[in-house]
């Protein structure tokens, strides 16, 4: 399975964090800098807030028999690319 996404131009690809759980679900995340004022473009990608931060959320179900070890995470550009 190969997936790549586009991300917008204010995600923080440098500070991208993975992992998957014991379901087997794989999240990616990082930080989503807006200019002040600035809303997300709706529907494009999960954005989430914590603590008045925005980030954005991706989930993949890949199967509980992968461990982090087997999945590749990659960034080109403003894409994310998992394989």
Do not use: C, W
């Not at 190969?2 to 917008?8: A, G, K, N, S, Y």
């Not at 014991?22 to 600035?38: C, E, F, N, V, Y």
């Amino acid at each position: 399975m190969v997936r790549t996404i586009d991300l917008p131009e204010y995600a923080d690809v440098d500070a991208l964090t993975y992992d998957i759980d014991s379901d087997g679900i794989l999240t990616a995340q990082m930080p989503l800098h807006l200019p002040q004022k600035t809303e997300p473009p709706p529907g494009v990608v999960p954005i989430v807030v914590n603590n008045g931060r925005r980030s954005i959320r991706l989930q993949f179900r890949i199967g509980s028999e992968f461990t982090i070890d087997d999945v590749k995470v990659r960034i080109q550009t403003q894409r994310i690319r998992l394989h």
